[in-house]
Structures are given as structure tokens and as C-alpha cells.
């Protein structure tokens, strides 16, 4: 059971929009700077969305996040089928003194 | 561009030490924060622990005390020690450059922000 609560799978249309919800509370995402990563078989995982709503280094500005309280969210825009990814959301945990995930989820590009 | 490759062994028996190292290129390991983090199959992904150059760490109180990390400056090298597997142990295992970290001031401890770069990650089996 992950701490930060996110939906297992999602799947749109190349070309449609889609947003990946996390779900956390006061003591992690509340307080806390939230990322993003994009995990692909047979590759390192990266880094998309840093300090809530950041960008990382080279990454297309159709991914976009945000937060809210004690949610955040990462934003796709222009689907592709290189999309196709496990999304994972992170956070500190300041009562575990810890870096907590969510339980991914997994996009498919229809 | 600083690149992260893991080595260790692929496969250990239960009851075994886990021993791990990550490789940093393309800059010093010093000044920075450095972790681990694993993937089971099929689950999600479990943070670790880090630790600064200075060989200061905090460890995922998770683990019981299993988890030891070090660094060799020398080598632009960090490892990880994780005692007494089990088969719950399986899993890739990356090791990260752990950067925006701040102080927090309520419990004391520096608070990682974000993880980037990321190693390719190696698979540890432990199995009888």
C-alpha cells in the first residue's frame, strides 16, 4: 500500500490530453515538493516534473504539473504513442523522514 | 552530462549481504546527495535511502536497520549493504542523484526534492 494514491491505468488516444492525479496528504504532498518520472522497459527512468510544476531538462512542454493541497497532478497534452509509460509521482514523507511514491500508473496510447 | 551505472551480483541466496555500487561519470561525487532506489516486479518503486559525500545518510526506517550506505570519494563511487535478504528483496535496484534537497526544520532532517539523474538499474534475484 502505497503512501501517495494514484490510479493504476489510463489509456486515451494519440493525440488527446490526459492528467495523472496523486493523492497524498498534510504530513507528504501538503508540505512537500512533489516529481514526476516516466519509467520504460530497458531504459533509466526520468525525471519530467520537479518543485510541483517545473520542467525538467529537455523535456517537451506537453507535460505539464501542478498541485493543489494535498494533490498533484501531471498533464499531458498531444498523446504519442512514445508515451506510453509507468508514471510515477514522489515526495518526502515528514513523519517517515522518507521519500514515498505513489503506486504508478500505467498509460497506454491507444 | 553525469551518467549513474549500477553493479552487483544478479542472483544471492537468502540470509546473504546485498552489496551494490554505483559509478558516477561526467562529474564529482562531492557536494551532492546520493541514493537508492527499487522496483519489485510488478510493484512500485521503494525509496532507500541516500547520502552526502561525507558519508552522512538517513535511511527508509522500512528496511529495520538492514541498509547500510558508504562512499569513496576516490573512486566517484557509492554502494549499498543491505543484510539478511529474502526473496522480498528481489527487485532492480537504481541508484540516483538526489537534488533540490532543504532543511527541514521541524524534524530536522535534509528533505530530497527530486531524483535526476537515474542509473539503468540491476536486477538482484534472491532465491534458494
Known amino acids: 500500500q502505497s503512501v501517495l494514491t494514484q490510479s493504476p491505468s489510463m489509456s486515451a488516444a494519440t493525440g488527446q490530453k490526459v492528467t495523472i492525479s496523486c493523492s497524498g496528504s498534510s504530513s507528504n504532498i501538503g508540505n512537500n515538493f512533489v516529481s514526476w518520472y516516466q519509467l520504460v522497459p530497458r531504459a533509466a527512468p526520468k525525471l519530467l516534473i520537479y518543485d510541483n510544476d517545473k520542467r525538467a531538462s529537455g523535456i517537451t512542454d506537453r507535460f505539464s504539473g501542478s498541485k493543489s493541497g494535498t494533490s498533484a497532478t501531471l498533464g499531458i497534452t498531444g498523446l504519442q504513442t512514445g508515451d506510453e509509460a509507468d508514471y510515477f509521482c514522489a515526495t518526502w514523507e515528514s513523519s517517515l523522514s522518507a521519500v514515498v511514491f505513489g503506486g504508478g500508473t500505467k498509460l497506454t496510447v491507444l | 552530462q553525469v551518467q549513474l551505472q549500477e553493479s552487483g551480483p544478479g542472483l544471492m541466496k537468502p540470509s546473504e549481504t546485498l552489496s551494490l555500487t554505483c559509478t558516477v561519470s561526467?562529474?564529482?561525487?562531492?557536494?551532492?546527495?546520493w541514493g537508492w532506489i527499487r522496483q519489485p516486479p510488478g510493484k512500485g518503486l521503494e525509496w532507500i535511502g541516500y547520502?552526502?559525500?561525507?558519508?552522512?545518510?538517513t535511511y527508509n526506517p522500512s528496511l529495520f536497520g538492514r541498509v547500510t550506505m558508504s562512499v569513496d570519494t576516490s573512486k566517484n563511487q557509492f554502494s549499498l549493504k543491505v543484510a539478511s535478504v529474502t526473496a522480498a528483496d528481489t527487485a532492480v535496484y537504481y541508484c540516483?542523484?538526489?537534488?533540490?534537497?532543504?532543511?527541514?526544520?521541524?524534524?530536522?532532517?535534509?528533505?530530497?526534492?527530486?531524483?535526476?539523474?537515474w542509473g539503468l538499474g540491476t536486477l538482484v534475484t534472491v532465491s534458494s
Open positions: 540516483v542523484r538526489h537534488l533540490g534537497v532543504r532543511y527541514d526544520n521541524i524534524w530536522g532532517t535534509y528533505r530530497p526534492s527530486w531524483s535526476d539523474p
Open positions: 561526467g562529474d564529482s561525487i562531492s557536494n551532492y546527495y
Open positions: 547520502i552526502y559525500y561525507t558519508g552522512d545518510a
